[in-house]
């Protein structure tokens, strides 16, 4: 089964091979490779289970897709020292080229050139603002090197890479070094990790934002999610602070007060503190407490009472009556009410219902008698009715007091025990009644 390594060319550019023997190479060991057109002199960079997880997750391995190309033998002496030759004439072909780009008006920057180790190809790496016809050079280029002539455009990333150095933290560049892809970054980045956002002090040797803002970044995120948002306003023991700085790496927060005193704080204490001032203790005995409009006691379900009064209709102009009390009539003398007879549906509103009946001697007496029964009654037993003029005369004033007696029932609640009320009837709250008004005392009203 071939093994799968990892080859390592000039300018920090790898790719993958296959390695079709028995055992794999040992690391840092020169190889000839199956290369474009030709072969190629590399250094094997990793092998075994290394290789396979830097092929799944670097930019020249996935790009690449599976490797189809093999690495043919060990490379001898005599190939090492032809590839040292290569690199040496490299940049003497860097400089002719240099010299063809000028004269030919081109804007463009010639970064790197490499001769493959068979001298078979001559790739020019350049980097420019825009789009540039080439055209031309390539033919010049092809004519001079009698070779084939690649050019290849890349970002100032790649040219940092390819070059390699050492940035202001006194190591090398992480593109050249170890980091697997490059990825761009963004300002904000710097933003959120409050530095300067001065271009020059947050730039590497490429002109742009250094690729160490990318992969910190995360940190970053994560460690200020245990903090307050720096601007916010804390209730604390001190009362109301604000939140000025945060220091993630001291766990410490810097707080100023409403009159301007600045201090600093543990991350730990400002929890605390906070937790003590989140819950509000409850007022003890003997202090003011919490004012009305901040805690209010539980409202009381409301009960909807309703009195059952008799309304008060109208009465005619006199004294104001005072009902009886309920001694007037032992409730021994009450019986059962009963039905009043059909031949009193005309009277008043007691007449209509159920009204009591009093005993008193032996007889039973009805009182609140409406003046029609009385009228009727008294005609019936006097004999004193004087043929058909007085008949008619008596029915029409019954019909209008019946008429008088039936607006006001309408305009009242209908209550028979109102409607003898208006009559001019009182009655006590034993069940009592007392005539205030006889047919006599009616009657001659109503002629006028």
């Known amino acids: 089964m071939p093994h799968l390594i990892e080859v390592a060319f000039r300018g920090n550019r790898k790719e993958f091979f296959l390695w079709e023997q028995d055992d794999p190479p040992p690391l840092q060991a020169a190889v000839i490779v199956d290369a474009d057109r030709g072969e190629d002199l590399g250094r094997v960079h990793s092998i075994g289970e290394l290789a396979a997880k830097r092929a799944a997750g670097t930019a020249h391995g996935i790009a690449a897709g599976p490797p189809s190309r093999r690495a043919l033998r060990l490379a001898t002496l005599d190939d090492e020292a032809r590839g040292a030759e ?83 933290c006194g190591r090398q560049y992480c593109s050249a070094s170890w980091l697997p892809e490059l990825r761009p970054v963004n300002l904000g980045v710097a933003k959120d990790q409050r530095l300067s956002l001065n271009p020059q002090q947050i730039s590497g040797a490429c002109g742009r934002l250094m690729c160490c803002l990318r992969y910190e970044h995360e940190f970053y995120v994560q460690s200020r999610k245990r903090f307050p948002k720096e601007g916010k306003i804390v209730v604390t023991a001190r009362g109301e602070e604000k939140v000025v700085a945060n220091d993630i790496f001291n766990d410490r927060v810097t707080l100023r007060g409403v009159d301007g005193e600045t201090r600093v704080v543990a991350l730990a204490e400002l929890r605390r503190e906070l937790a003590g001032t989140a819950a509000p203790s409850e007022p003890s005995e003997g202090e003011g407490g919490t004012p009305d409009e901040l805690v209010r006691p539980p409202r009381a379900p409301r009960v909807l009472t309703v009195l059952a009064e008799a309304p008060a209709g109208p009465r005619a102009a006199g004294p104001e009556r005072t009902p009886p009390t309920a001694a007037a009539a032992p409730a021994g003398l009450l019986s059962p009410p009963e039905q009043a007879p059909s031949s009193r549906g005309t009277g008043n509103g007691a007449s209509r219902g159920a009204s009591p009946v009093a005993v008193d001697g032996g007889q039973a007496t009805e009182p609140g008698l409406d003046t029609a029964s009385e009228g009727a009654e008294g005609a019936g037993t006097g004999g004193t009715a004087g043929g058909a003029g007085d008949s008619a005369t008596a029915e029409r004033r019954a019909r209008r007091r019946r008429g008088r007696r039936g607006g006001r029932r309408r305009g009242g609640s209908g209550d028979g025990a109102g409607d003898g009320a208006a009559a001019g009837e009182q009655t006590d709250d034993a069940g009592n009644s007392e005539d205030t008004g006889t047919a006599e005392d009616t009657l001659p009203s109503e002629n006028s």
């Open 86 to 168: 290569l690199r040496e004439q490299n940049e003497v072909a860097r400089r002719r080229a240099m010299e063809r780009v000028k004269a030919n008006g081109l804007v463009m920057k010639l970064t790197d050139a490499e001769w493959q180790w068979d001298r078979k190809k001559l790739t020019f790496y350049f980097t420019a603002e825009k789009r540039v016809d080439f055209r031309t050079l390539v033919r010049e280029l092809a004519a001079m090197f009698r070779t084939r002539i690649e050019l290849k455009q890349i970002g100032v990333r790649d040219e940092a890479k390819r070059l390699d150095g050492v940035g202001r």
